[in-house]
């Protein structure tokens, strides 16, 4: 697969998860106050909970259910009772578009 049209830098909303689903894979993409955009798996490990419900604070997104909070950066749980990663996903930026390929995950051992 390649990356494909996820949405528009412009319908990004700061703090504001989006949901979207390419090849049915559901995807929450944030633009952090930072102006960073994050793509990270939608679902929470914890329920099967959409995470773009939830709320960004810094670079966190949290389960709005059970308050897990999961790095945007690295897709970790912060806190309990999530204990699961979700996948965490490269962002392509091509004009006012945001790629993202739903096959490949970012390698975050490192982080």
């Known amino acids: 697969?390649?990356?494909?049209?996820?949405?528009?830098?412009?319908?990004?909303?700061?703090?504001?998860?989006l949901r979207v689903e390419l090849d049915g894979v559901p995807i929450a993409v944030v633009l952090d106050a930072e102006g960073t955009i994050?793509?990270?798996?939608?679902?929470c490990t914890h329920g099967d909970i959409s995470l773009s419900e939830g709320f960004v604070e810094g670079q966190t997104l949290e389960?709005?259910?059970h308050g897990s909070a999961f790095s945007l950066c690295t897709?970790?749980?912060?806190?309990?009772p999530a204990y699961e990663p979700v996948p965490v996903?490269?962002?392509?930026?091509?004009?006012?578009?945001?790629?993202?390929?739903?096959?490949v995950t970012k390698d975050v051992s490192a982080l």
């Open 89 to 103: 996903y490269v962002v392509e930026i091509d004009g006012d578009d945001v790629l993202i390929d739903p096959a």
């Open 38 to 43: 994050h793509a990270i798996g939608d679902t």
């Open 75 to 80: 897709g970790k749980p912060l806190n309990l």
């Open 1 to 17: 697969m390649s990356a494909q049209r996820a949405c528009g830098v412009s319908d990004l909303e700061q703090d504001t998860p």
């Open 63 to 65: 389960c709005w259910a």
